[in-house]
């Protein structure tokens, strides 16, 4: 990190399996979100994994957050499927 300058939106990717590669950890903090930062970075990384070799890269989020999804569907992301994960302790 360049000194004097603050981050404003971070994301990163999991191991390529499979051909796939999974973008996670897309954040922005408060006082720097609806400005697109997000929505560059996410796409920034998708971009490099396809330009790395994936065949695919995959982007879980939560259904119930409806700023994230309309964000990842206007930089291209769509949805597949559902998922439920269940504990059994």
């Known amino acids: 990190m360049t000194p004097g300058v603050t981050p404003v939106a971070m994301a990163g990717t999991g191991p390529r399996v499979a ?9 922005t903090p408060p006082g720097h979100r609806g400005r697109g930062y997000a929505g560059a970075v996410a796409a920034e990384v998708g971009r490099a994994a396809l330009a790395a070799g994936a065949s695919e ?17 206007r ?14 302790a």
């Open 75 to 88: 930089i291209a992301y769509r949805p597949v499927a559902d998922f439920a994960v269940y504990d059994f």
């Open 57 to 73: 890269v995959l982007l879980f989020t939560d259904p119930a957050n409806p700023t994230g999804n309309g964000l990842y569907r």
């Open 19 to 27: 051909g796939q590669v999974r973008v996670a950890g897309v954040r």
